[in-house]
């Protein structure tokens, strides 16, 4: 949770930062930042997105409010990183954060 | 045209071997030859169907204003009696552009492959040392699919390359298919020459599934990275586009672009 936290805290107007799992559709970690009532079906749709072993491993998804970051791990290929952060002008440096986070994350386990 | 159609030209194009020259013939139980693909390295040079009744010249004809079926015909002529390339000629004499010619040829071929794969015969393999045509008078699989994919609908195919050639820049490739299609095979393509067509069509698929759950959550683009490969899709009306970049910082370079994108939603 405390990693969780960290990176909610670092990507601007971050929404929601979580772990997902693939495999069982169940979220297993999340930090909520705002409690937006899109936040359950974005994690579903996150979960759903990632269920299949063939896609990429990192996906962007661009909505016209928000960004939603998928990071999938290659020691576990189920548990999935999804963070969600309103759209603004710096996505690039939204996207640059959750992905030193989640090569940080792969490297530690 | 119909998918069975669209994808026997899909199957068509993969007997060719890799860089091989030779002739995918078409024959007839009773010995006819229904029709011919020749291919020079691996690219298609020329269909022929004996059921497809349109000639090179009154596409030519068509597509360039200045030039007249007297002044073609001429030439015809001249070449047909000194065995000299009618194409090549034509240029050489100022009469058509080069992508006047290239146009009016990926268009015969297509139309006359469309004829061809509708017939009931075997095709069988030729090989042959080469035809001598000319590098830029010849069509990869891939852009000889997306023609024949956009005899189907011309209007969509246009409004989709229309939309690639805004958006594609040096070094990134593009294609559109249709999405209420059951194949995924592309209606236009920029910079795909090279590019396997199957590889193109699995990429479609994914992007397709990918924006199938997307869009229940409102999402416009979604971009993905494969290997060094960053990959974008979005649907705008019935055609759903994929661009594709590669080389250092692709991600972030495809980001940044299709960020400040504007979408066409229905």
Redesign the interface.
Known sequence: MTRLIEIADAVPDCVVAAWVDTRTGAVREQHVVHDAS?VG??LE?AT??MR?R???????????RHV?MFHRMVSDPHRVLVVICERSAN??LA??LVRSFAEAEAAAA | MNPPAELEVLHVLERMPPDASGALVRERADGTMAGALLVERGRVCWAMSERYPRRLTDILVAEQDSLTLHQINEVFAMCHRDHMPLGETLVARGLVSLPVLHRALLRHTCEALDWLVREDAPWSWIEHSGYGYHPMLTFSPAEVLAGVRALANPTLAARALTRLRGLVRDGQRGFAVERSSMSKVPLAQVGCEGVDLVALADLAVQAEEVMAVATTIDIEIALAELGGLACASWAEDNILFVLLCDGELAFNRLLAQVAAMKIFLP
Request: glycine share 4%; charged share 15%; net charge neutral.
């Open positions: 899109f079906p974005a749709a759903e997105v299949s063939e896609r990429p491993p990192r996906m962007v998804l661009l909505s016209a939603h996505i690039g996207v640059a």
